[in-house]
């Protein structure tokens, strides 16, 4: 898909391709720049992972950024048609199909299959904010929009850093995949690498907030399995992603870090494993799941482990 920004500047309509990143701000460096005493030098961006989604970051603005008349806090998702309001600037996103490169009738019909759902083997990981809501009661919304943005931003790197796709934000969420119909046991292992990654971030985080009550942590599960991917979203669904997002509400519930189902756990070295297992229950499975609770020193054995046989 591609998008772009249109807004009205000095009686003229302008339209703005949106690429990988749009700066938008006061700063005459932005890609589009507010002539705004209300808006903040650099103000916010959109960005754009490789699903084809588009989402709108406040870069810690004095002001604001608004979709649709609400102030966003967290990377927001865009979608055909939001109002974007900076200071006293409107915007308007349209996001539209790309055009076919050649208009016969087998083209055509290519870029229909394209689109079409496939079942694939991924490898899931959904992680998530402890306790958000008390923290948005707690902190400043400008502090926290900066705090969040910058959460965002290093985890989306932290993902694609070792392999995996950012399949959406949602809230103080992210939930990301790894296509694993060949090497299931290797996307384990980037999807627990990432899970590292993304703890030490929110840790050096607490360092930089330091006006933040309370240590913020991460609670994070991770499930393999069948997924369907792709449609006009390109996101993946079905019961696997569904375990996923259990088995990180769980961690809360057990006391742990993350929580892996058997179908991810069983890539682990057994011995490391056995003492970790145990059976959960999820509303709408009949039969408990088996999963393996690990903390993130625990998460970091494992990986040195696995690393030390891969290179042997």
């Not at 625990?298 to 696995?306: H, P, S």
Request: net charge neutral.
């Amino acid at each position: 898909m591609s998008a772009f920004i249109r807004y009205k500047f000095q009686g003229e309509v302008k339209d703005v391709p949106c690429k990988s990143v749009l700066t938008i701000g006061r700063d005459r460096s932005s890609d589009i720049v507010l002539p705004d005493l209300h808006a903040s030098r650099n103000h916010a961006m959109i960005r754009r992972f490789s699903s084809g989604d588009y989402y709108l970051i406040d870069s810690g603005s004095s002001n604001g950024t608004f979709i649709n008349g609400q102030r966003i806090t967290t990377p927001r998702q865009l979608k055909p048609g939001d109002r974007i309001r900076m200071g006293h600037i409107e915007m308007e996103f349209h996001q539209t199909a790309e055009e076919a490169i050649s208009l016969d009738t087998l083209s055509l019909q290519d870029t229909v299959i394209s689109d079409t759902p496939e079942i694939r083997q991924i490898t899931i990981l959904v992680a998530d904010i402890r306790g958000f809501t008390t923290l948005s009661e707690q902190v400043h919304i400008r502090t926290l929009t900066k705090l969040m943005n910058s959460w965002f931003h290093q985890v989306s790197d932290a993902i694609l850093a070792h392999g995996g796709i950012v399949d959406k934000f949602i809230g103080d969420c992210v939930f990301a995949r790894w296509e694993s119909d060949r090497q299931p046991e290797r996307t384990v292992l980037q999807a627990l690498s990432a899970a590292a990654r993304i703890h030490k971030v929110t840790r050096d985080l607490n360092k930089t907030f330091t006006e933040v009550p309370e240590p913020i942590r991460i609670g994070v599960g991770i499930n393999t399995g069948a997924a369907s991917v792709g449609g006009q979203d390109n996101s993946a669904l079905g019961d696997a992603v569904n375990i996923a997002f259990r088995l990180e509400s769980a961690t809360k519930l057990l006391g742990t870090d993350v929580i892996l189902s058997e179908c991810a756990y069983r890539y682990l070295p057994g011995d490391f494993v056995a003492s970790r297992r145990k059976h959960l229950r999820i509303k709408g499975k009949r039969d408990p799941v088996r999963i393996c609770m690990l903390d993130f020193a625990e998460v970091d054995q494992v990986l040195d482990t696995l690393r030390v046989e891969v290179a042997e």
